[in-house]
């Protein structure tokens, strides 16, 4: 039997992942992220408190995440739909400063201005055709 892949490490994987927010408008709003973390059983992200993502996420939670890798079989891509949950938890803090290290010196001095979110909603596995789910990822939950 195949072992279940895990969303984190495909995020990792990738390098680059791309989040979609909600904006004030009800417009989508996306941008690049470079990594995530599993901390306490659940997906973690992270951003400035001053940044527009941070504020979007704080009016709506909603949120899609999508990137693209090279299978096995060739290129997948990887869908997740869900929730980012505000929550300030140093462990989790920690834990993304640990996997991307530039942050410990960005929020040098402003640590009060570092924000980690956990998700929780669904993670899929897609063939390139964008249709056809190859496999779907462990559910996060909160």
Known sequence: M??????????????VFYIATVNK??????????AAVRYDGK????????KNVYKQLMDNSSIEIATTLMGENGPEIVRYSGVAMPDEKQGAKDAMMEALPMLKDLYAGKEDQFAVFYL???AKIYAMDGVTVKEELMVVEG
């Open 2 to 15: 195949e072992k279940k892949r895990d969303l984190v490490d495909m995020l990792n994987e990738a390098k």
């Open 25 to 34: 408008e009800g417009k989508p709003s996306v941008r690049p992220f470079g």
């Open 43 to 50: 997906v973690w992200i992270c951003t400035g408190k001053w």
């Open 120 to 122: 929780m909603g669904e």
